[in-house]
């Protein structure tokens, strides 16, 4: 069963850009519970190189992770960076030292978010933003993508996403204006709830349906997280068919689920990033599809 190998994000715009379909998400480069430094910062600085150095030309960010740690890691390790990088990053939320994630999505907020990472990128243009839509916020979607689709227009954002939405968040979003990626939780084992800053995330599948019928990339998040459903033993099983372990074949299922779908797979070990990206490789059958569901 072939793949598709690349992406394309803003296929329906004047500006697409078509990046290999299996980037690296770099939230786990931070210390722990994604806040502070990493435990061994060369490590994660040759993460990020051997990203480039294996072809992979996505990686998502967020100046909130750390925060501003991996903004600053990725700037260290790859500016002035290659022609083809396109590096995504995410508003719409902060850390507090004591660890906690709070709403950040006032215009006001927003603004300052995208100057923040402008900056610490080095970048005169962010190349795909996703909004973040976090729980407990009082502020209205529209009235946050609406401050988006500002910036855009000022030539501050190229592409614009939206990240954590419901089915009813991105309909409402594709009636604002265009929608290049939706940044979402979605995996083998997560395709119904997910848990999520203590709110239960509904209607993944829904919105990855979603995506399909308008021709939207997803970038799914975390989608290694609850890769093995309990009683569940059909991925061990192709994982022993191909010799590979059972995230290997987790990456592999969402690269054959649909050719809209952008894996970023994250970690902060530089041999767990070469055993994930050796997913993109695995040639699962229609039989092995339907085997897995």
């Not at 299996?22 to 722990?32: I, P, Q, S, W």
């Not at 994630?101 to 923040?116: A, D, G, M, V």
């Not at 192709?238 to 299922?253: D, E, R, V």
């Amino acid at each position: 069963m072939n793949i598709k190998k690349s992406i394309t994000i803003g296929a329906k715009t004047n500006h697409p850009i078509t990046i290999k379909r299996f980037g690296y998400g770099t939230m786990r480069l931070t210390g722990e519970q994604v806040w502070g430094e990493p435990e061994n910062r060369p490590e994660a600085l040759q993460i990020l190189k051997e990203a480039v150095i294996n072809g992979i030309n996505y990686l998502d960010t967020a100046d909130y992770y750390g925060e501003d740690v991996t903004n600053r890691l990725i700037a260290e390790a790859l500016y002035p960076y290659p022609d083809n990088l396109v590096i995504g990053t995410k508003v719409g939320a902060q850390r507090k030292p004591d660890k906690s994630w709070r709403p950040f999505n006032t215009p006001e907020n927003l603004r300052s978010s995208i100057e923040n990472n402008l900056r610490t990128l080095k970048l005169e243009q962010l190349q795909l933003v996703h909004f973040r839509v976090m729980p407990g916020t009082n502020i209205p979607f529209e009235k946050s993508l609406n401050a988006m689709f500002e910036m855009q227009k000022e030539g501050k954002i190229l592409h614009l996403g939206v990240s954590n939405v419901t089915p009813a968040e991105l309909e409402k979003a594709l009636t604002m204006g265009n929608i290049a990626s939706v940044e979402n939780a979605f995996g083998y084992g997560q395709r119904t709830t997910f848990k999520l800053h203590n709110a239960e995330n509904r209607g993944l599948q829904e919105v990855s349906d979603l995506c399909i019928i308008n021709e939207i990339p997803m970038i799914p998040y975390w989608s290694l997280q609850n890769s093995l459903p309990k009683n569940d033993n059909k991925i061990l099983a192709i994982a022993k068919k191909y010799n590979a372990t059972p995230p290997q074949i987790s990456l592999a299922w969402l690269l054959h689920y649909n050719d809209l779908i952008l894996p970023i797979p994250g970690t902060s070990k530089l041999d767990h990033f070469k055993e994930n990206i050796k997913a993109f490789d695995i040639a699962l059958t229609d039989d092995d599809m339907k085997f897995l569901g």
